[in-house]
């Protein structure tokens, strides 16, 4: 997918370090100690934090994590720099060099945000010492985390595909843009349905905001079952927003092209927030299943490090499933059809569209689907699974009345989510695919983040409470 005039270079040169044959082995000698005692020192450090009860604070958890961005930094480029240095062979591929393109910013990035935060983290230790424990707290610290790796993920995939621009292999096609058809509706019918899409879509972001807005709010919604709602719900407002928009101004303007690096990023984020969501929704059916298979240890099992790192690891997962079915794309060649029928770049008809070799998208896109698609669906069926074995261990009214207030807003929205997209891609239509494609495409990218503020609000008591207590703050802050 590349504009006309494009090189053909499919391998680069690294003419490596400025230095002469004959001291080759002096400095390859050199930097192998250097990169093993890189690896080696942080290793060690990691390992000394975690084993060490008394390093278990904020500073020694930023360095641990610094220790490791570090490996994974030099990593990037070191061993490559010393197999050229060894074997002589300076050659790198296109898809090697964008990859370490993107590792090194990714890295780059998350140095210079854990510095930051470290950084935060004296200031705070230093200038408000009565109140540090308070302030950098475990919640705080993976926060900070988990943003660096967003925002550095976010960094280098743009920087990587503005690049990609620059640098194509060869035999790619022509196309600079795409055509996104949209909606199967009649031109006259396009009024009446932006004005419901747009509703829905308004209602889906400030339905969401309001849910993450209570539960920021209300202390006694500062639990696990809370904290992955929220997140839920941010993820609902982002899924929406990627597609929605679009779909509204073309709709609006009939002006129904996209460039290149829009197609690509609207594919990554769509894959990314898709995932993300499978990954949330599973942590929340695991929380339900610890909540009543083990009440009493609920608040051992379900604590905030086990919460944050079950977000980090959906954010890292999600990220690199979604940049590896982008890479893999970018390699294809779209010789002459540039029409997508659909609002907006699914992955699955941007591979019907090329003209090239496609078995290893296919292959990633089942292996790894079934990673973070069907495993997590999986995971809920076990857990609910326990839960209804529990229940009826020892049936009674009261017993399941607390379950089904539990888990019946959880199941619901599991329900909508998943039923769409196996609806989608397991089940295939009889009459018109491209039809029930983009209709169950709408299922999950509009009308279940919209419907998830209304599941958890009018069947949640504690939401509801939350929700009348923001009502009558504010009518008494209007008085």
Known sequence: MKKDNQSSVSEFILLGLPIQPEKQGMYYALFLAIYLTTVLGNLLIILLIRLNSRLHTPMYFFLSHLAFTDISFSSVTAPKMLMNMLTQRKSISYTGCVSQVYFFLLFGGIDSFLLTAMAYDRYVAICHPLHYTTIMSQSLCFLLLIVSWALSCVSALVHTLLLKNIMRPENQSSVSEFILLGLPIQPEQQGIFFTLFLAMYLTTVLGNLLIILLIRLDSRLHTPMYFFLSHLAFTDVSFSSVTVPKMLIDMHTNLKSIPFVGCISQMFLFIFFTDLDSFLIASMAYD????????????????????????????????????????????????????????????????????????????????????????????????????????????????????????????????????????????????????????????????????????????????????????????????
Not at 354 to 370: A, R
Not at 397 to 423: E, P
Request: some cysteine.
């Open 288 to 479: 339900r299943y610890v909540a009543i298979c083990h009440p009493l240890h609920y608040t051992i099992i379900m604590k905030e490090e086990l919460c944050a790192l079950l977000v980090a690891i959906s954010w890292i997962l999600s990220c690199a499933n979604s940049l590896s079915h982008t890479l893999l794309l970018t390699r294809l060649s779209f010789c002459a059809d540039s029409t997508i029928p659909h609002f907006f770049c699914d992955p699955d008809v941007l591979l019907k569209l090329s003209c090239s070799d496609i078995f290893l998208n296919k292959l990633v896109m089942f292996t790894v689907g079934v990673v973070v698609i069907t495993l997590p669906f999986m995971c809920i069926l076990v857990s609910y699974g326990y839960i209804g074995t529990t229940i009826l261990r020892v049936p009674s009214a009261k017993g399941i009345r607390k379950a089904l207030s539990t888990c019946g807003s959880h199941l619901s929205v599991v329900s909508l989510y998943y039923g769409a997209i196996f609806g989608q891609y397991l089940f295939p239509a009889r009459s018109n695919s491209v039809d029930k494609d983009i209709i169950a495409a709408i299922m999950y990218t509009v009308v279940t983040p919209m419907l998830n503020p209304f599941i958890y609000s009018l069947r949640n008591r504690d939401m509801k409470e939350a929700l009348g207590k923001l009502f009558r703050r504010t009518v008494a802050f209007s008085k």
